[in-house]
């Protein structure tokens, strides 16, 4: 499993910088080394000073747990780059080239594949069946009786686009099954996303005191740990929420609290719902 140190001790040595130049006014090299060896979690402004350093986005290391399909890390990197930008038409055809489909080797990355796969097929405004049919295969590709990180994606994923359609009884069920014993394997970044898309489908179903409560927990969440990922989605959202409650005061604060996350830890949010 790649993890944030070993992300960013590749990327330093892809550009032969010795840890101490990477410090040099940022931390204390040891501080750095155990970054590395993934003894010590930075906080927010320590990563993003990092990654600046480094010439890195943020986005590359968002999910970096979990959601590789392949061992080839510049096919991982650029679906990932698809996905941070939105790019879902491109991530489309990307997945379905003939390379990527070889390089799809052991049971989770195929179930990261259909997940993938799925998305994709939900945000190029393919048919919901065929998304529900993806992200049903890759939620059902999990081995033991815990939950993974990606095979709780799947789950509140296909939550989404049922809500969507208008099947509220399975999304809630989805979403319940998603969230059950979420916090038992400690904080992950990606469990962000997952709590951040429980609260898009109560938001879908029209149940806004339990989305509005749902995001808020997420933003706790997040801070308490020194995080930034989907916090400027989670603003975002709550603006969606606000509008449409017709709280337009709520609205314009959340906007204005998610454009300046966005412009600091340069994360994109959707235009629309």
């Known amino acids: 499993m790649v993890s944030l140190g070993s992300t960013l001790r590749k990327c330093r040595q ?27 979690v930075p906080n927010a402004r320590l990563l993003v000073r990092l990654c600046q350093r480094l010439d890195i986005s943020l986005d590359r290391l968002s999910l ?7 061992t080839d890390d510049q096919l991982n990197d650029c679906l990932q780059r698809y996905c941070n930008a939105h790019q879902y038409v491109q991530l489309k055809a990307y997945l379905q080239r003939p390379a990527t489909l070889n390089a799809v080797k052991t049971a989770t990355q195929t179930q990261a594949y259909y997940y993938y796969l799925g998305i994709a097929a939900f945000q190029t405004g393919e048919s919901s ?11 059902q590709m999990t081995e033991g009786k815990q939950l993974t990180v990606l095979t709780r994606l799947a789950t509140v ?108 830890f340069h994360e994109k949010v959707p235009e629309k719902f």
Request: charge should be negative; hydrophobic fraction near 45%.
């Open 157 to 264: 994923s296909l939550a989404v686009v049922l809500a969507k359609r208008g099947q509220s009884r399975q999304a809630l069920a989805l979403t319940q099954q998603a969230l059950a014993h979420i916090t038992d394997g400690g904080f992950s970044a990606n469990l962000s996303v997952v709590d951040y898309l429980a609260a898009l489908v109560f938001t879908e179903l029209a149940d806004y005191p339990a989305a509005t409560a749902q995001v808020m927990t997420t933003i706790t969440v997040i801070t308490d740990h020194q995080a930034s990922y989907m916090l400027a989605n989670c603003y975002r959202l709550l603006a969606e929420i606000a509008a449409r409650q017709g709280n337009d005061g709520s609205r314009l604060t959340a906007l204005q609290k998610q454009r300046f996350l966005s412009e600091l």
């Open 64 to 70: 970096v747990d979990e959601l590789t399909i392949s």
């Open 14 to 40: 892809q550009r032969s910088l010795t840890q101490q130049r990477v410090a040099a006014g940022i931390c204390a090299q040891s501080m750095l080394s155990a970054i590395e060896h993934d003894q010590y």
């Open 129 to 139: 069946a065929t998304a529900i049919q993806d992200l049903w295969f890759a939620m």
